[in-house]
């Protein structure tokens, strides 16, 4: 059964008791993440991730990571787009220790000049390591071109000279004006003492102060289209991104899009995979992926793709974008699909820290939680004829995103433009 606790300051508190495991996994929550930053401080939600781990009020760095990894625990952070997350894996006698050390950090890190100033050099290596791998580069260049002008479109770790530029009192600014409890959920699954979970999570965050939080800048997809981008880079694969704008979080065709991804390049067994792989050999790495966030979305294609089989491989994707958007899919593909997408869920919601990642995000982001027998009715409500209606509605030609990083010659987007003319 799942707990849920909302505190009169607007802290949420989800958990689970998961019989037949010995591990907890613990998480704290804020939502916010790079679509809350402007220009200027582009990079300032991930940046201040790092700094966490640099000593609290009661913890020195070193301490906070051997209180954790000393008794055998995992302790690790993520920025995305809409939240920045805390988390921890560890044994259930160790709860106490470990909520004492994820809560001091997030909620009273020191943010020292000196230690933003060495984090600082580390943030711009990490910026840049991530310049020189192509797949990593398309993905920036494709979400450019998705959300143009907006938070969205920019790098979640910001660019050398954004991050250059962050101040010490901004970022403490930011950690003010982000980090309180209306914007904060504690997310725990696994081996729990339920009692002291609750008595943990009231003694230290239901007794926070509420702030001033702003809203996020909203986006709205334009039809104006294909947009193209490729940038040259002398390599040995070209990797490209294509997609279209898609599905908010809470849409209520979410689920027949997760189905219309597995079908199309989700997995082994997908369209994508068969042709461009099994059957002609054009790509090694291939697949369809999912992005949702709170007011907008995209689907979209990610392959790594020898230069000479460029043009050959990009028309077979076009081809099967076509044929989804115009045929129904077979019974058949439905079923399988559905059984790989509940069976894909429920497993990995065996894992501790699994089942607290997609707890914490659903409270974060959505407000509710979904079981997972609700889940699998959703799933098998879907039929052939709402994946075809979906995706006949998300692939239109005209908001096509296409990215491609590689040694193309010029000649290569009049080729795109003229596949996707003939559609």
Excluded at 40 to 49: A, C, D, K, P, T
Excluded at 375 to 383: G, L, N, P, T, W
Aim: aromatic content about 10%; hydrophobic content about 40%.
């Amino acid at each position: 059964m799942y707990r849920i606790r909302e505190y009169k300051n607007g802290a949420r508190l989800i958990y689970k008791k998961m019989p037949g495991v010995s591990s907890v996994s613990l998480g704290i929550w804020f939502d916010t993440g790079s679509r809350n930053e402007g220009p200027s401080i582009n990079g300032i939600s991930h940046f201040l991730e790092h700094l966490v781990f640099k000593g609290s009020k009661k913890y020195s760095s070193d301490k906070i990571k051997e209180s954790i990894e000393g008794v055998g625990g995992s302790l690790n952070a993520f920025t995305s787009e809409e939240n920045t997350c805390y988390y921890a894996k560890f044994l259930g006698k160790h709860f106490k220790k470990v909520f004492g050390v994820l809560s001091d950090m997030s909620l009273r890190p020191l943010l020292k000049s000196s230690d933003i100033e060495k984090e600082r050099t580390v943030i711009i290596e990490e910026i840049k390591m991530y310049k020189d791998l192509p797949q990593y580069q398309v993905s920036e260049l494709f979400d450019e071109l998705l959300w143009p002008g907006h938070p969205l479109g920019r790098n979640i770790a910001g660019s050398v000279a954004s991050v250059a530029g962050i101040t010490p009192g901004q970022i403490r600014e930011y950690h003010d004006l982000w980090y309180g409890p209306s914007n904060l959920v504690i997310s725990c699954s696994g081996d729990i003492d339920e009692g002291a979970v609750e008595l943990a999570v009231e003694k230290v965050f239901a007794k926070l102060k509420t702030g001033d939080s702003s809203p996020i800048i909203p986006f709205a997809a334009s039809d104006a289209g294909p947009k193209i981008k490729l940038l040259h880079k002398p390599i040995q694969q070209t990797h490209i991104n294509l997609g279209f704008p898609a599905l908010k979080r809470s849409d209520k065709d979410r689920f027949a899009l997760g189905l219309m991804h597995v079908i199309f390049g989700g997995n082994m067994s997908s369209r994508l995979f068969n042709e461009i792989r099994e059957k002609k050999g054009l790509a090694y790495e291939i697949a369809s992926h999912i992005k949702k966030l709170k007011d907008t979305g995209v689907f979209f294609v990610h392959a790594g793709i020898d230069n000479k089989n460029l043009v050959e491989a990009s028309g077979v994707i076009f081809g099967e974008l076509e044929k989804i958007r115009s045929e129904k899919v077979s019974p058949q593909e439905l079923r399988r699909a559905k059984d790989f997408y509940i069976a894909q869920t429920e497993m990995a919601l065996d894992d501790s820290m699994e089942h607290m990642l997609w707890m914490g995000e659903a409270m974060t982001n959505l407000g509710y939680l979904q079981t997972k027998e609700e889940m699998r009715a959703h799933i098998e409500r879907v039929s052939a004829a709402d994946i075809l209606r979906l995706a006949s509605q998300i692939i239109n030609w005209k908001k096509l995103h296409f990215a491609a990083v590689g040694p193309q010659s010029t000649s290569y987007e009049d080729k795109i433009k003229e596949m996707v003319g003939a559609f």
